[in-house]
């Protein structure tokens, strides 16, 4: 899976920030997922990702971040995902999808670095596969028009999974 954007980590006492630079797709979704995941089963607690440099996220992208809130409210230490200073394109996704109502976002950018990207290939195919399922599931349970259609994407996508 070759990613289009760029995702970088630092650290601030008990919170992990992520920075979403470029294209939010289905490639930086996993690698965030992952290392999101780690975090919060080290102990992390909270989970903030910066999007004031992300170009525009897919849908994928949009449900994990659901996801990620979800797990992180599930961990023992009952951790909190925000998102810092999304871009206009990406406040604009989540502002009409309702995604906003549902998650903390603050208006002001993380400081500067010290910052350490993320790298490394996503070859796990059913890793990905779950990753964009779960994705869009979080999404078919939003409210209204944007949960309606998702709910049409989440279940073709169970029934490929099926297959």
């Given at each position: 899976?070759?990613?289009?954007?760029r995702?970088?980590?630092s650290?601030?006492?008990?919170?992990?920030?992520?920075?979403?630079?470029?294209?939010?797709?289905?490639?930086e979704?996993?690698l965030?997922?992952?290392?999101?995941?780690?975090r919060?089963?080290?102990?992390?607690?909270?989970?903030?990702?910066d999007?004031?440099?992300?170009?525009w996220?897919?849908s994928?992208?949009?449900?994990?971040?659901?996801?990620?809130?979800?797990?992180a409210?599930?961990?023992?230490q009952?951790?909190?995902?925000?998102?810092?200073?999304?871009?206009?394109?990406?406040?604009?996704?989540?502002?009409?999808?309702?995604?906003?109502?549902?998650?903390?976002i603050?208006?002001?950018?993380?400081p500067?670095?010290?910052?350490?990207?993320?790298?490394?290939?996503?070859?796990?195919?059913?890793?990905?596969?779950?990753?964009?399922?779960?994705?869009?599931q979080?999404?078919?349970?939003?409210?209204?028009?944007?949960?309606a259609?998702?709910?049409?994407?989440?279940?073709?996508?169970?029934?490929?999974?099926?297959?």
């Amino acid at each position: 899976m070759v990613r289009q954007g760029r995702v970088f980590t630092s650290s601030r006492g008990a919170t992990t920030i992520f920075r979403v630079v470029g294209p939010a797709t289905i490639g930086e979704s996993a690698l965030l997922r992952q290392a999101a995941e780690e975090r919060l089963d080290q102990g992390a607690a909270g989970l903030r990702v910066d999007l004031s440099e992300c170009a525009w996220m897919d849908s994928t992208f949009l449900g994990m971040l659901l996801v990620l809130a979800r797990r992180a409210e599930r961990s023992r230490q009952g951790a909190r995902l925000s998102i810092a200073s999304p871009s206009a394109e990406c406040r604009r996704v989540l502002d009409d999808t309702g995604v906003a109502d549902l998650l903390e976002i603050a208006s002001t950018a993380e400081p500067q670095g010290p910052w350490t990207e993320l790298l490394g290939p996503i070859d796990d195919v059913e890793a990905l596969r779950r990753n964009v399922l779960s994705a869009h599931q979080q999404l078919a349970q939003l409210p209204g028009d944007a949960g309606a259609e998702f709910r049409e994407v989440a279940r073709a996508l169970s029934d490929d999974a099926r297959r």
